[in-house]
């Protein structure tokens, strides 16, 4: 079974850093690449960024560019999110999801459960 | 960046009903390659996103036929033949054509 399973919730002061991981297996890993999703409480889910966890080519969206780093370890199928210095807005859940590209097909599937992610005071 | 556009952003359906939901694109998601890579999303309460169309209007695995996608180019419409209990959720929009990718607003979908 192809399934991407995702580090559990963390809860974080200002200023922390923090790493949260997402493991695949059931496929190979470096084939495809690994997108990263935020979803704040009770709104819509945004794009962060992508990468080739065989290269580490990675791509961010403009919003979320230099605030947060994506990385990936190909030895051990696991991509990961983090921030240096946490702030009380990046108070979210976090999706990673796998993007499945074949001739003429590209799409999100699986989706990890989500990494809940606190940060306050 | 491509905006995604969906109407409405909240549907009250009757059960057995069907229901419908808009995504427009601020730019032609026809890839270079000839294809349009857009997709829809569920979203359950409490749960991560799911797959439901890619490529427009292909069906994904376990996705019952009353759910359909189409559009062009542009202008993209996701339906749901006669609406379920478990139906209720957000449904998305998404690009996959150009980078950054892109959501829609999300549509909530709820039973009157």
């Known amino acids: 079974e192809v399934q991407l399973v995702q580090s559990g919730a963390e809860v974080k002061k200002p200023g922390e850093s923090l790493k949260i991981s997402c493991k695949g297996s059931g496929y190979s890993f470096t084939s495809y690449w690994i997108g990263w999703v935020r979803q704040m409480p009770g709104k819509g889910l945004e794009w962060m960024g992508i990468?080739?966890?065989?290269?580490?080519?990675?791509r961010y969206s403009p919003s979320f560019q230099g605030q947060v780093t994506i990385s990936a370890d190909k030895s051990i199928s696991t991509a990961y999110l983090q921030w240096s210095s946490l702030k009380a807005s990046d108070t979210a859940m976090y999706y990673c999801a796998r993007r499945y590209t074949a001739m003429g097909i590209v799409w999100f599937d699986p989706w990890g459960q989500g990494t809940l992610v606190t940060v306050s005071s | 960046d491509i905006v995604m556009t969906q109407t409405p952003l909240s549907s009250p359906v009757t059960l057995g009903q069907p229901a419908s939901i808009s995504c427009r694109s601020s730019?032609?998601?026809?890839?270079?390659?000839?294809?349009?890579?857009l997709s829809w999303l569920q979203q359950r309460p409490g749960q991560p996103p799911r797959l439901l169309i890619y490529k427009i209007s292909n069906r994904f695995s376990g996705v019952p036929d009353r759910i359909s996608g189409g559009g062009a180019v542009t202008d993209f419409t996701l339906k749901i033949s006669r609406v379920e209990a478990e139906d209720v959720g957000v449904y998305y929009c998404?690009?996959?054509?150009?980078?950054?990718?892109?959501f829609g607003q999300g549509t909530k979908l709820e039973i009157k």
């Open positions: 990468i080739n966890p065989g290269d580490s080519d990675t």
């Open positions: 730019q032609s998601l026809v890839h270079s390659d000839g294809n349009t890579y």
């Open positions: 998404m690009q996959p054509t150009q980078f950054p990718y892109t």
